[in-house]
């Protein structure tokens, strides 16, 4: 499965999980917009639609994308793109990266790529990249139950349903 990274070049190289993960040849990153497939999923924190089971097909066959930016240059990177159709963002989890340990939904690039994979249901891979990292593990050990949750849920109405029955709405 094909999977590529915008790098929008805002953060440290040393602690970039991006990087890491193009140097384990686990992503592709590009500096270029354009280059992000047309057809893929992109995992973007301001799209609409949450990420889900019925994505599935089309990250096999078109591949994931991810913006890798600051999270405070988020809307300018999101901008950039003319269409969203295919953009997705993630439902409510825990960072276990040592920059944002224990904060609520602020997810590295390595985690958003992990969990994605683990809700559309390859479980395997989704481990195999955080494994990468010697925090990894601990990512989706901490997140396990949620996780399960939403790769249970088929649709992203239903992503949501789950979401806002675990954080008690």
Known sequence: M????????????KKCTSVKLE??????????????????IVLDAEADKAVSLEDKDRITKYGLSALDCSWKKLKKSSFNFKSKKNHRLLPFLVAANPVNYGKPCILSTA?????????VGYKKEACDLMNQFKWGPHFIKLNEHLLEAYSEAETSTEIVKVQNEFLGG
């Open 2 to 13: 094909k999977i590529v990274i915008y790098h929008s070049r805002e953060c440290d190289p």
């Open 23 to 40: 140097k384990q040849n686990k992503v592709e990153i590009t500096h270029n917009m354009r280059k992000i497939p047309y057809n893929a």
């Open 111 to 119: 985690e958003a790529l992990s969990a994605t994979l683990y809700i």
